[in-house]
């Protein structure tokens, strides 16, 4: 048996008992590789803990499901180390090349400020932009590649090369055709352009045209959107939604509808940038609690509704606790249960952001309140996007009907911002429908299946080779951790070379130490994609090992199984 | 305790051991009583003096104030106030027959003709000045782009989610506008509300006309910057605010050196409808040396001679403008927005515009519709020549309707001849904004009772820094005829003569 096993076994064991808050967690393995198996686990605990949340706020009821396991492993000490030390050649490395530039012995290929406001203060400060400068540009091949088709199951990838180490690039004019795509949010498969799947969309283009040119408020209240709105309240169970023309925004421009001065919002750490920024703009008072943290949650309530405002100490207007469904970066799946019964002993409201949740997980895609058998009405603000399960655009808000009034005649997007685009909203009901069942198919369902099937598998596979990989079971959203700065890159490009487009992520977007390749799985995938996926991510590891001398050890960490 | 111990000590110890000494009686006799005299004064007397010595040396080291005692709650005391606390609702309650709640239900396109509330009517409030929006090439555009890329993105740009449409847009963009760079958003409103706060940070200052749109107010309120309003296209106030600065800075150099200064303003005003005195603004830019930022939404595809904006308009030379951001949901009749500049501005969005960043890029088919959008402007700039005819007839009969006849008292119009979107107000205000809106609506709905279709221009009563007045919103497009604008106009007219007596 593996290390690994062992490891899941103990895992196993852990699950059997009750659900606690975040805590750490130290197994002592036996294995050889394995030694330094410090475990974070969100969730599970084989120690019984104090003040555990579950208990405090009842225990939940029946019909609910347990969180699935997580696992956020921490890397060994000394991959830590490597990595800072990485950084800090690099760095060095950097303030090197800069003297370089200064003196004129290194091309500046930098753009620069017009000759006419040579003598204005300077647009961006030199520090500001050393990141970008020294860092990013070594390695920006790996983001922003264009794409030439449809971003389904496999894409067209156009070549690009750089004749000055990224700072410029041109197409070649050819294409790498078939690339395996487990970079887009294309959870469900419905980004498609299948004619007969279209056709409705088409008719709409053709009938509407493809902008609004009017706010709703004004005249841009089209019938479809109404029916939509219709249509995403009965999918949801709620009695009432709204659409909106974007995802980021419908957070941003409608959380300063919701609260304001004098209230107090609850966030969470790994929360999106949209909702950060909608929180900002509403005035309302922000603290962040932990992630996923029902402990670090829990403290910041009591203290909310005990201590009242800071100075002032009157009592909060209102609370309102922000939360994601599943988390892009981490896999995450939010603890909704134990956070719903914490809103419910502090009276606080509950923010829940479903942009990657709904579609993609529930037994029939209606998003983690089915996922965990909760009825929709405990959450009070349901937000999700269409751009990702649905392979649309924007965004919808729903709950009860005097919230979503609210919206209608406070949200700014409302207000001042286009409505949505006519066959984006038809390719949003064409696909909600097919989940639903109302075209009188099973599509749907089965492609809601299919995804279910797809990360069992993708995730099974990948755990028994023995990677670190984040997040929860039911995620479809598969990071795979690298640590390293020159290893996401060197990933990234090896793993195009074999055709398959992951997105990597690093510094700043992950905390210094956790850079990370990521898989999101589609219902289009087949399993002999997937299977090419998780070999080839194989061979990539031991094709590093007789390259590049810094890598042997990190991928005998990395992978302990696999040698 | 311890001095009634040393008396009876020297009692008895003293006593025996002078006399071995060999000292003479008297001098033992002094010696005893200095000795045994001092501790026999009262021992209640010491005691009270070392209570007192005490009391002093603990009045020297104690804190002259009391601290109050940390009123820690309890745990019960916790549970008692967590129970107590009621919040506020989620959301206020309102009423049902809420003006905003209701919205005019369009059936069908939006374009031209457009059916409101059941009622065909001629459309004078969508912003599809050039009529892009049922236009069959724009169509056949996006279909073709629908059959190839599906409609979502599935992705932001920086992960699969950059399209070669896209590019090209942003190409042609750049190449329309005569300028370096050009970066697409996937919503008007993101746009310019994403570019401020990537370049105008906490500590740096921003000069804004006072009329300026609801999303530079939100982009200036994310970008935590030092904001001074300046009077509606008032230059004076604006150098006023400026020479201010100027003071300032002298008193602070090392500050002065690293605060960056913009001036945000509108090519039109989408708020009241007229042109910023751009060739001003740049003189105020380089006495100054203040960076201008210019939002176009309004006079993309209108002003100027072949529909660059404002810039064209006045013959300024665009490289004096640092960016220029504007939406395609006007003219364009599409969705989204994009900014240009030199890439030197541009090209730092990339990695700081937010809405550009974790937004899901532009639906390609979109993107696809705005390019064709483009070529038909390119190719046929005459479009804009003719369409100045409409509006200056509309102008010449707004004006001769309402303010060079006798009910000049009763209604304003707000806008400039070559103003696409102009406000009607009411020339006297009734005293109450609610009742104003409600008047202005009631011409609304005569006018849709007659086949006009006007809109009120809607506004969040509480969020604006400067709330404009209230006003009907009249839409000129070159798909209108003097026939339609006329009826409009007179329709208008009536409504008026009727409703405001």
Redesign the interface.
Same mark, same amino acid.
């Given at each position: 048996m593996t290390a690994y096993h062992q490891f899941r076994k103990t895992e196993d064991m852990a699950r059997t008992t009750a659900p606690v808050p975040n805590g750490k967690l130290n197994i002592q393995l036996n294995g050889n590789n394995f030694k330094n198996a410090n475990c974070k686990k969100n969730g599970y605990h084989n120690k019984a803990q104090k003040n555990s949340t579950a208990h405090s706020a009842g225990p939940p009821s029946s019909r609910q499901r347990f969180q699935r396991p997580e696992s956020f492993e921490n890397p060994p000490m000394y991959v830590a180390v490597m990595t800072y030390l990485g950084f800090g050649i690099v760095t060095l490395f950097g303030y090197f090349r800069d003297f370089l530039r200064a003196v004129g012995l290194e091309k500046c290929h930098i753009?620069?400020?017009?000759e006419?406001?040579k003598?204005?203060?300077?647009?961006?400060?030199d520090f500001e932009n050393f990141y970008?400068r020294n860092l990013?540009m070594r390695v920006r091949d790996n983001?922003?590649?264009?794409? %030439?088709?449809?971003?389904?199951p496999v894409?067209d990838v156009?070549e690009r090369v750089s004749p000055d180490y990224n700072w410029t690039f041109s197409l070649t004019g050819k294409t790498i055709d078939d690339v395996i795509?487990m970079?887009?949010?294309?959870y469900l498969g419905?980004?498609?352009?299948d004619?007969d799947f279209?056709k409705t969309?088409?008719d709409r283009?053709?009938?509407?045209?493809?902008?609004? %040119?009017?706010?709703?408020?004004?005249?841009?209240?089209?019938?479809i959107h109404?029916e939509l709105e219709q249509l995403v309240a009965s999918f949801l169970g709620v009695e009432s939604s709204m659409i909106f023309?974007?995802?980021?925004?419908t957070n941003?421009?409608n959380i300063?509808a919701?609260v304001g001065k004098g209230c107090l919002i609850l966030s969470d750490e790994l929360n999106?940038?949209?909702l950060i920024?909608g929180a900002?703009?509403s005035g309302a008072t922000i603290w962040v609690f932990k992630h996923n943290n029902m402990q670090s949650l829990e403290r910041l309530l009591?203290e909310a509704? %005990?201590s009242g405002q800071p100075r002032t100490h009157r009592?909060?207007?209102?609370?309102?606790i922000m939360v994601e469904g599943i988390y892009s970066m981490e896999g995450s799946v939010v603890r909704l249960p134990d956070i719903v019964a914490l809103k419910k002993?502090?009276?606080?409201?509950l923010y829940l952001d479903e942009a990657h949740s709904i579609g993609a997980v529930g037994p029939t895609g209606r998003g983690v309140t089915e996922l965990f058998g909760l009825d929709p009405s405990d959450i009070?603000?349901m937000m999700g996007?269409?751009?990702?399960s649905?392979?649309?655009?924007g965004g919808y808000i729903a709950g009860k009907k005097?919230?979503v009034?609210?919206?209608?005649?406070?949200s700014?997007?409302a207000?001042?911002?286009?409505a949505m685009?006519?066959?984006?909203t038809e390719?949003i009901l064409r696909a909600m429908k097919c989940i639903m069942g109302l075209d009188g198919t099973t599509v749907g369902q089965a492609r809601v299946h299919q995804l279910a099937e797809n990360t069992r598998y993708f995730r099974s596979r990948l755990q028994e080779m023995g990677f670190i990989i984040y997040g929860n079971d039911d995620s479809p959203v598969v990071p795979i951790l690298l640590y390293m700065p020159g290893k996401v890159v060197a990933f990234s490009r090896a793993m195009l070379k074999r055709k398959i487009?992951v997105?990597v992520v690093g510094f700043p977007a992950t905390p210094i130490t956790e850079a990370r390749a990521r898989f999101c799985l589609s219902a289009a995938h087949t399993k002999a994609m997937l299977d090419q996926v998780s070999t080839t991510r194989k061979h990539t590891q031991g094709h590093k090992h007789t390259h590049t001398h810094r890598d042997i050890h990190l991928s005998l960490s990395i992978s302990p199984s696999l040698n | 305790m311890l001095f009634i111990d040393y008396s009876s000590a020297f009692n008895t110890i003293i006593s025996t051991k002078l006399r071995t000494l060999g000292l003479n009686t008297s001098i033992c006799n002094w010696i005893l009583d200095f000795l045994m005299g001092s501790p026999q004064a009262p021992a209640y007397h010491l005691v009270l003096e070392g209570i007192l010595i005490l009391w002093i040396i603990r009045l020297l080291f104690s804190k002259t104030y009391k601290l109050q005692e940390r009123s820690d709650?309890t745990e019960k005391e916790?549970e008692d106030?967590?129970e107590e606390?009621?919040?506020?609702?989620?959301?206020?309650?309102?009423s049902k027959d809420?003006p905003?709640?209701n919205?005019?239900?369009?059936? &069908?396109?939006?374009?031209h003709k457009?059916i409101?509330n059941g009622k065909e009517c001629i459309?004078f409030?969508?912003?599809?000045f050039l009529g892009?929006?049922?236009?069959e090439r724009?169509?056949q555009k996006?279909?073709t782009s629908?059959?190839?890329?599906?409609? &979502?993105?599935? &992705?932001p740009?920086?992960?699969?989610?950059?399209?070669?449409v896209?590019?090209e847009l942003e190409d042609r963009l750049a190449k329309f506008m005569k300028t370096e760079e050009a970066i697409i958003y996937?919503?008007?409103?993101?746009t310019i509300a994403s570019a401020i706060p990537a370049?105008s940070k906490r500590g740096d200052i921003v000069f804004v006309d006072e009329a300026a749109?609801?999303?530079i107010q939100?982009g200036l309120?994310?970008s935590r910057s030092f904001i001074k309003y300046f009077k509606h296209n008032d230059m004076e106030d604006l150098e006023r605010l400026l020479k201010e600065q100027e003071i300032e800075d002298q008193r602070n150099p090392r500050k002065?050196?690293?605060?960056?200064?913009f001036i945000i303003v509108e090519g039109l005003y989408i708020n009241t409808a007229d042109v910023c005195p751009l060739p001003d603004l740049v003189k105020l830019k380089?006495k100054y040396? =203040?960076?201008i930022f210019l939002e176009e939404s309004m006079s993309f595809g209108v002003l100027g001679e072949h529909g660059r904006g404002v810039t064209e308009h006045f013959g300024v030379n665009i490289?004096d403008i640092?960016l220029i951001s504007a939406?395609?949901?006007?003219a364009?009749?599409?969705?989204g927005g994009f900014c240009c500049g030199?890439?030197? =501005?541009i090209?730092?969005q990339?990695?700081s515009g937010?809405?550009y960043?974790?937004?899901?890029s532009?639906?390609p088919?979109?993107a696809a519709?705005a390019i064709e959008a483009l070529n038909i402007m390119e190719e046929d700039p005459v479009v804009i020549l003719i369409w100045f005819r409409f509006f200056i007839f509309m102008y010449d009969l707004v004006n001769k309707y309402f303010q060079i006849d006798s009910y000049s008292a009763v209604k304003s119009v707000i806008g400039e001849v070559y103003a696409p979107a102009l406000h009607l107000q009411l020339e006297r205000s009734s005293g109450s904004r609610d009742t104003d809106v409600r008047m202005l609506r009631s011409i609304v709905d005569y006018c849709l009772e007659r086949q006009i279709?006007l809109?009120?221009?809607?506004?969040?009563d509480k969020?604006e820094r400067f709330l404009p007045p209230p006003s009907i919103?009249v839409v000129v497009t070159i798909e209108q005829t003097e026939e339609d604008i006329e009826k409009a106009a007179s329709c208008i007219r009536e409504a008026a003569l009727a409703i405001l007596k």
């Open positions: 753009a620069r400020e017009r006419e406001q003598d204005f203060v300077p647009l961006y400060q970008t990013y983001w922003n590649r264009p794409i %030439c088709s449809l971003p389904g894409f156009m795509n970079g887009s949010y294309n419905f980004a498609e352009n004619g279209l969309v088409a283009t053709q009938q509407y045209g493809l902008g609004v %040119c009017s706010t709703r408020q004004e005249m841009g209240n089209l019938a109404e023309g974007m995802g980021f925004a941003s421009m300063p919701l999106h940038t949209s920024l900002r703009l009591r509704v %005990c009592p909060w207007r209102k609370v309102l002993k502090y009276k606080a409201y009070d603000v996007t269409f751009t990702k649905f392979g649309a655009a005097e919230l009034d609210h919206l209608r005649s406070h700014h997007s207000v001042y911002a286009s685009s006519p066959p984006v390719q487009g997105v | 709650l916790k106030l967590i606390w009621q919040p506020e609702p989620l959301v206020p309650p309102m809420h905003s709640l919205y005019d239900i369009v059936t &069908g396109p939006p374009s457009i409101v459309n409030a969508s912003f599809n892009f929006l049922d236009n724009v169509k996006a279909l629908l059959r190839r890329y599906g409609v &979502g993105t599935c &992705g740009r920086g992960f699969y989610g950059t399209f070669d896209h590019l996937s919503y008007g409103f993101a370049y749109c609801f999303s939100k309120q994310a002065a050196r690293v605060t960056r200064r380089y040396k =203040v960076r490289d640092d939406n395609m949901e006007n364009v009749a599409s969705i030199r890439s030197f =501005v090209d730092h990339r990695l937010q809405g960043c974790f937004s899901a532009l639906p088919m979109l519709a279709a809109t009120l221009a809607r506004y969040l969020e919103r």
